[in-house]
Nanobody, 119 residues
Framework: QVQLVESGGGLVQPGGSLRLSCAAS????????MAWYRQAPGKQRELVAR???????NYRDSVKGRFTISRDNAKNTVYLQMNSLKPEDTAVYYC?????????????WGQGTQVTVSS
């Protein structure tokens, strides 16, 4: 059984920073791609950033230069450093990990963490 546990959300003023973390518990799996998505009220969930096992990254245009995704394979953890936050970054942020377990691959999701950018 694999579980993803997120942490690091909260309330921050515009221009501030937050760091999200998402750790996968369990054993016997290999994580391929790790990603962060977000969903604002009334909007669809959208990809924020993705990182492959060899650390290739891609970002949605609106966060380029402000957000940085990274991973620690030894800890099965993915991070999202968010700087210069804007009110439009307010959303619930979800961790996603695509992994190989046994003879199959699976998509796992975290429980979500609220990020609110407001003065």
């Amino acid at each position: 059984q694999v579980q993803l546990v997120e942490s690091g959300g909260g309330l921050v003023q515009p221009g501030g920073s937050l760091r999200l973390s998402c750790a996968a518990s369990g054993s016997g799996f290999i994580i391929y791609t790790m990603a962060w998505y977000r969903q604002a009220p009334g909007k669809q969930r959208e990809l924020v950033a993705r990182i492959t096992r060899d650390r290739s990254t891609n970002y949605r245009d609106s966060v380029k230069g402000r957000f940085t995704i990274s991973r620690d394979n030894a800890k099965n953890t993915v991070y999202l450093q968010m700087n210069s936050l804007k009110p439009e970054d307010t959303a619930v942020y979800y961790c996603n990990q695509y992994l190989h377990l046994g003879t199959a691959t699976y998509d796992y999701w975290g429980q979500g963490t609220q990020v609110t950018v407001s003065s």
